[in-house]
């Protein structure tokens, strides 16, 4: 098949999205299939053509590095005509998402839709604390009728957010659950010698005698962080070689920085800030556990790349999670702050636990890799080319401005 890939994030701009769809090009290519790319050019403000990608200029949006994009120059129709694509896959609502719903619509080709953001959850970023229960409003109703109205099918990455379709914006056309997958190999342990491990820990002042707690991700106040690090000022006074590890950047890296030193526990939390993707596999090797306590996930990547090294989970009981780790076999999933201390205490006392979930980590893993990843989306697109709907979409601005009266209610 020819795939027409449609994203406001793709490399060299990093995130749980940009990955998924890199991962997906790879599976679909390993399996003989030729994959076309339109993205946001993440750098400049101009038009840019590569080997199978258009990058189309965007401007900055407030929420971290992304850029969002309404151009839609005649050369890249121009292109994408010529590519004579089977099927479109877009992977925002936006921007380019916009762009993939009128290419569609134009050249008559089947449109599959793959929902990776719970945007109420970032309205914040956009309005400042002001209006959120209105913007909420009109985010419910574009992802409603962009996902409904104009695509053939609908893919979403775990349960929690096929829950959000079907209870809460009541969707009543097929919804597939497809987790996203990764290159598993690309964090299994024997690629790294002790030597590489010691050294990385030692450049961060962890002795070999430390127990690393790890987190990695975004760092803003979503992500739930000040919850780690309030529990790592408890779990201090019982554990002495006890290391708190946060990988990553954000807009409250700083805000948790001055966190940590108020709570006096500077000493014991490495902050790394931005670390290249390349060298991100080596950071769960010096963990002893991984670590996350955010509730606005929509699927779990940093999990399966925590277990893909061989390293057990201690996670916040969401239903994105439960699709990665299963309770008392690769991890542990907890509902209270207590619970979350007791599992920490556990596997730092009980080593021979520690080894059996990080065995059963690796293993579990092998249920994520991005060639089943690949194939599952592939039969996806095989439905959208065989049984594609004709219905015209009702006036998009027409019930945009009726939604904003009245308020939207998933109807």
């Known amino acids: 098949m020819r795939i027409g890939i449609f994203t406001d994030t793709y490399p060299p701009y990093i995130n749980g999205v940009s990955t998924s769809i890199v991962m997906l090009q790879k599976a679909l290519e390993k399996l003989g299939h030729q994959v076309f790319v339109v993205t946001v050019n993440a750098k400049e403000h101009s038009y840019v053509y590569e080997d199978k990608i258009i990058r189309i200029p965007g401007i900055p949006t407030g929420i971290y590095d992304y850029r969002l994009t309404g151009i839609y120059p005649i050369r890249a129709i121009n292109k994408i005509k010529a590519w004579n694509l089977d099927v479109i896959h877009s992977h925002t609502e936006f921007g380019v998402g916009t762009f993939a719903r009128i290419i569609a619509k134009q050249l008559d080709i089947p449109l599959v839709h793959t929902y990776h953001t719970m945007y109420e959850d ?3 970023y956009i309005t400042k604390g002001y209006f959120d229960g ?7 109703y ?3 009728f962009y996902c409904d109205k104009t695509a053939s099918e609908l893919i979403v990455p775990t349960k929690k957010t096929y829950n959000l379709f079907k209870e809460k914006y009541h969707f009543d056309k097929d919804i597939y659950i497809v987790p996203t997958g990764i290159e598993t190999e690309r964090f299994h342990r024997e690629n790294f010698t002790k030597a590489q491990i010691l050294d990385k820990r030692k450049s961060l002042g ?7 707690i790890l987190f990695v991700g975004r760092l ?3 992500k739930n962080v000040n919850f ?3 529990q790592q000022k408890i779990l201090n006074k019982k554990n002495k070689n006890l290391k708190l590890v946060i990988v990553g950047s954000g807009p409250d890296l700083e805000h948790f920085k001055t966190m940590s030193k108020k709570l006096k526990i500077d000493d014991t939390t490495i902050f790394t800030d931005k670390v290249p993707w390349e060298e991100i596999p080596i950071y769960y090797q010096i963990a002893d556990v991984f670590v996350t306590a955010s509730l606005t996930e929509t699927q779990g990547l940093t999990l399966i790349e925590a277990i893909a090294s061989s390293v057990p989970v201690v996670a916040i009981n969401d239903s994105s999670f439960s699709d990665v780790i299963v309770d008392g076999l690769n991890g542990y999933l907890f509902d209270t702050k207590k619970q979350y201390r007791n599992y920490i205490s556990e596997l730092i006392n009980d080593e021979d636990k520690r080894k059996y979930l990080s065995r059963q980590a690796r293993v579990s893993s092998n249920n994520h890799s991005y060639k089943y990843f690949g194939e599952r989306v592939l039969d996806v697109y095989k439905a959208a ?3 594609r709907t004709k219905e015209k979409p009702t006036s998009f601005f027409g019930r945009l401005k009726s939604v904003v009266k009245r308020g939207y209610h998933g109807k």
């Open 122 to 124: 970032y309205v914040h």
């Open 134 to 140: 209105t913007s909420k409003k009109i985010v419910a």
């Open 142 to 144: 574009l992802t409603k």
């Open 206 to 212: 962890i002795s070999n005698n430390d127990f690393v």
């Open 220 to 222: 803003a106040k979503e």
């Open 228 to 230: 780690l690090l309030e």
């Open 385 to 387: 080319t065989n049984g």
